[in-house]
């Protein structure tokens, strides 16, 4: 089955700073890669996703590049702000039959002011 | 985007007791989904509830221990069985799926509530 790396578990940055985040899959034939951050208390909220026809996506501060010859996927925070520490996962899934998100295990963002 | 509740938010338990969660969504959607978030820990699936069927355990996951219901396509209930602490979690209700009925378009997304924090003493 699928499997997800996620790295780092831990990132602490200054506010202002760009926070990076990255994951690898192994099954070459996911092709949806969403990202959720999940504050302290609070379920998973998605913040971006991206498909295998592209390559970036981006949403005001907020990017995601993908790779898919390399199998990786990364979010990128630009002008990191306080109220952006929080968990985030990121998940893969093919998107065709039965098929469900497979979760990479977190990383914890403290965005200090 | 969906919205979704649970009840109840969170609960404490005794040992050998069970509880019943419940999920609701403001639309029909197609699949649903629960998930067990262990503390500080990554998201487990733990069974796709289907409408009208048993639901689809995930390995691990057994229906004696967490039967599942899903009268219709906005609700769900999953309950957990005879208590045991490592039964303390955050269940999570999920949603996604394209939408049954031509016109009301959903997106193919997951989105997840707040989840139901149980403690098992």
């Known amino acids: 089955g699928e499997n997800v790396e996620q790295h780092p578990s831990t990132l602490s940055v200054q506010e202002g700073d760009s926070a990076v985040i990255k994951c690898t899959y192994s099954?070459?034939?996911?092709?949806?890669f969403p990202w959720y951050k999940q504050e302290l208390g609070k379920g998973p909220q998605l913040i971006i996703d991206i498909r295998s026809n592209v390559g970036e996506k981006k949403d005001q501060r907020i990017a995601v590049t993908l790779n898919k010859t390399a199998k990786h996927f990364s979010l990128h925070i630009t002008e990191t702000q306080p109220e952006d520490s929080a968990v985030y996962f990121c998940?893969?899934?093919?998107?065709?039959?039965?098929?469900?998100?497979?979760f990479g295990k977190g990383t914890m963002l403290l965005v200090s002011p | 985007s969906a919205v979704i509740s649970q009840k109840p938010s969170r609960d404490i338990c005794q040992r050998g007791t069970s509880l019943t969660i419940q999920c609701q969504v403001d639309?029909?959607?197609?699949?649903m989904f629960w998930y067990r978030q262990q503390p500080g820990q990554s998201l487990t699936l733990i069974a796709t509830a289907n409408q009208g069927s048993e639901a689809t355990y995930e390995s691990g996951f057994v229906i004696d221990k967490f039967p599942i219901s899903r009268p219709n396509l906005t609700f769900s209930t999953l309950t957990v069985s005879n208590m045991s602490p490592e039964d303390s979690s955050i269940y999570l209700c999920s949603v996604g799926g394209r939408s049954p009925f031509p016109g009301l378009a959903l997106s193919d997304t997951q989105y997840f509530g707040p989840g139901t924090r149980l403690t098992v003493l």
């Open positions: 639309s029909q959607v197609t699949m």
């Open positions: 998940a893969s899934r093919r998107d065709s039959g039965y098929s469900t998100l497979t």
């Open positions: 099954d070459s034939a996911s092709n949806y």
